[in-house]
């Protein structure tokens, strides 16, 4: 009979636990989406006029309202019986929804092609998403060739929320398929995959209760879009983390007979250096919370639970399974004890040794190819309006195209100006005299505050039509003090400006803490700052890179407004996490052999598996890019491109070169014992093998 080791039993244990947890877990994480949303206010901090505006707008008759925009097309020109449905179309809509304004009649274009009409829905009716479908089902009877669209801010609001129905179960599927074809293809075993790919469901569960109870407990803003990171988060570093620990269980399986202690041991060198790398990751993104966006606010405790959650798992439950699997999971290529040592020939090796040989070239060619992708931000770097967020237009978007063209001096999209009521014919004559207004009409009023609703000439997105919201404000803001102007547009430009601040103060916080982080876990301040810079620079030359593609390949017309600020965080925190993996290493080898030799060692013993895990962040991080919505195809993007370019060229190549230039003063101010080649006898055969030292 065979008695159990502590560490088996141990395991078992972990086990049970984990059963327990995620079925108690399981229910909160199916809330997730009821404390979710995506209205674009809800982004924007408090103190935004937008926000002021709409929080004004409920407290008037009706409460908030939402803006649709009916039109009708018909090239060759409208006829008579074109014209009578467009009013019984608005008969109809005014009888069932109530709060129709506007013309009496639809309004008809200057050139004879085009008929249009406002509608504003109370929010008794629910959200637009809500009832989006009916509102177009009542106006699709129609003559053959007349176009009839749906459009106007609360048509887009309810296309993007639209956009993103089954787009979780649809990411869910296809990151565990991604995922489980790079295993299958790293491991080659037709087992050892289901270990790493449960453990990583099982984080998944436990991260979106843990972010459920954050929303309820503390009004943390969650939106379709953190929640799409938020599993390819888990997922990806979930599997970097296995990938790594999987390579030292191996490692120790061949050195040990009992798989218990085998797995304790590869935890003890393992789980340092994971622990580091989540704390670098999780700091960062609790950066995000000095950042006026709610979203990008909200973005970092999502995060930071997130790669909690996950670490938490890969060091007690994955561990747990691996040992109670025993050895047989690794079939076919099972290790033996005493069989197996870590491999320090081989291709990465090879290419340590040609980077030692020139340290300086190899250095100065990286820093080239970084710096000429680097000028890609030359290019297109605007940023995108809310009618620009989709990949594929919408009726909601080409509808603004048609208004566009055949109600130029209606081109934008209409802004609600809410002031003092005693000041309400002052506000109106003002909006009115602005040049950049088409159409100005009183709206609701209350007992202290009135409203006025005007339509900007311009197109909806445009500089003209934001400079006309900027004028705005200015002058409202010395005729009747206390008016705002919210409204989609408006909206949009405070996200630019508040997403702006955003990068001018969290950025440098973030590169502040993750150097930090680096100082204290390598005892360093010369590997950090540098580790830290060659990051920045694959950041730089990845968002450039990816600018180009943007503007030439995909065709989008400019940036999300919190790319920049989110492809930095996760390419800076999740791209040091690389190199805490190698330097980690190489300064544990460095400790007996010189920083030299140790650094070839650990790009020798290290560069498989880190190699590995970069392609499953970036494989996960790609599975935006088949969403529907450009801000995520556009973070996808970036981050898969930029994680590939940091594990191939700046921790393959960079990173030693500079390392073997700097010498032992990479790790100063530490005090270490100088050790070189020379000295310990430490060599590389003509097949770049790291030789062991002369005793």
Known sequence: MRIPSAPRTGAWLLLGLWIVAVAALFPFAGELESVMSDKETDYLP?????????????????GTESTFLVVYQRPAGLTETDRATAVEHYARLRAEYGSVLGPGLPLASADGQALMFPIFVATTHGEPADYIARL?????????????????????????????????????????????????????????????????????????????????????????????????????????YALLIVARYREELGRTAEPGHAMLTALRHTAPAIAASAATVSLGLLCLLAADMNSAAGMGPVGAAGIVCTLLVMVTLFPALLVLCGRWIFWPRIPRPDTATPSTGGVWARIGVRIAGRPALSALAAVAV????????????????????????????????????????????????IGPRDAATAVYEAVGADPGIGDVEYGRAGETIAEVT?????????????????????????????TVVGGPSAAGLDTAEASARDR?????????????VLAVLLRALVAPIGLVL??????????????????????????????????????VALGVDYNIFLVTRAREEAARIGTKAGMLRGLAVTGGVITSAGVVLAATFAVLTTLPVV?????????????????????????????????ERVWWPGHRRVLDTAATGVDTDQSGRVTTPSR
């Open 46 to 62: 408090a103190s935004a006029q937008s926000t002021m505006a709409e929080e004004l707008s409920a407290t008037l008759p009706g």
């Open 136 to 240: 177009r089902a009542a106006v699709t009877e129609r003559p053959a060739g007349l176009t009839v669209e749906v459009s106007g801010p609360g048509a887009l609001d309810a296309d993007f929320e639209s956009a993103f129905d089954g787009v979780d179960e649809q990411l869910l599927a296809v990151t565990v398929l991604v995922v489980t074809v790079i295993l299958l293809l790293t491991y080659r075993s037709p087992l050892l995959w289901l270990i790493p790919l449960l453990s990583v469901a099982a984080a998944n569960v436990a991260a979106m209760a843990a972010v459920y109870w954050l929303a309820r407990g503390f009004g943390l803003t969650v939106n379709d879009q953190s929640a799409a990171v938020l599993t390819i988060l888990v997922f990806g570093v979930g599997t970097d």
């Open 370 to 417: 970084l710096a000429g992708l680097s000028l890609g931000l030359l290019g297109e770097t605007g940023t995108l309006s809310r009618a620009d967020q989709f990949v594929t237009a919408p009726e909601s978007v080409t509808g603004l195209g048609t208004i566009a063209e055949h109600f130029p001096e209606r081109a934008g999209t209409p802004l609600t100006i």
């Open 454 to 482: 005007a339509v900007p000439s311009d197109p909806a997105g445009s500089a003209a039509e934001s400079a006309t919201i900027e004028r705005l404000r200015a002058d409202l803001a010395t005729i009747a003090p206390g």
């Open 504 to 516: 001018r103060v969290v950025i440098p916080l973030i590169l502040l803490v993750v150097t930090a």
């Open 534 to 571: 060659t990051v920045v620079a694959s950041f730089a030359a990845a968002l450039g890179a990816s600018v180009l593609c943007f503007q030439h390949v995909f065709g989008f017309h400019g940036l999300s407004s919190e790319l920049v600020l989110m492809a930095l965080l996760f390419l």
């Open 631 to 663: 801000a995520l195809v556009q973070l996808g993007f970036t981050v898969a491109f930029g994680v590939l370019l940091d594990t191939l060229l700046v921790r393959t190549v960079l990173v030693p070169a500079l390392t073997f230039l700097a010498g």
